[in-house]
């Protein structure tokens, strides 16, 4: 079975996006049947350049993304949710649609903060810096999931075992 992770932030072009990246590349490295997708409560329509440019940097293969609602995750056809993460503070705080998940129950649902790299100062080396650091952040804690037994947890010790990784 596919674990579905949705990645949200407002405007779906930073910290999400680079969430989505860095777990499907991973996943198809480890070879763990998991899909990271990501959304946005208010998309801004484009990725950031900055995150485009370390995913590249990095290796990390970028077609497909592209800035889109969360709306697209709570209709009928949409991948069946198992987990679902916010990584921006205002999008923690805003009231989510409600996703379908894996057998009809709702997606584990938890908050990963991370400030937004567009607003680091000292101007594009400081936002360029800000945004590897970002990848690589997220990208560990990417990996902290996929090393979870995902397969035999319920719901409550999947949701212990992601809040642990958040507070790492």
């Avoid at 763990?32 to 990095?58: C, K, M, Q, W």
């Avoid at 996703?99 to 100062?121: K, L, M, N, T």
Wanted: glycine share 10%; proline share 7%; net charge neutral.
């Amino acid at each position: 079975m596919t674990f579905h992770v949705l990645i949200l932030c407002t405007h779906n072009s930073a910290r999400s996006v680079l969430a989505e990246a860095m777990l499907n590349h991973w996943a198809a490295r480890l070879g763990r049947d998991v899909r990271a997708h990501s959304a946005g409560s208010a998309p801004g329509g484009r990725i950031n350049p900055f995150a485009l440019e370390v995913l590249t940097g990095a290796g990390i293969d970028t077609a497909g993304l592209h800035s889109k609602s969360w709306d697209a995750f709570a209709q009928p056809g949409a991948p069946p949710l198992s987990i679902v993460i916010t990584v921006c503070d205002s999008a923690a705080a805003e009231t989510c649609p409600v996703f379908i998940g894996a057998g009809d129950a709702q997606p584990v649902r938890v908050h990963w903060g991370y400030p937004d790299p567009s607003h680091a100062e000292g101007g594009d080396a400081g936002r360029r810096r800000a945004f590897e650091l970002t990848r690589q952040a997220l990208g560990y804690r990417m990996l902290q999931l996929l090393a979870l037994p995902l397969e035999p947890m319920d719901r409550d010790a999947l949701r212990d075992a992601l809040v642990a990784i958040g507070q790492r």
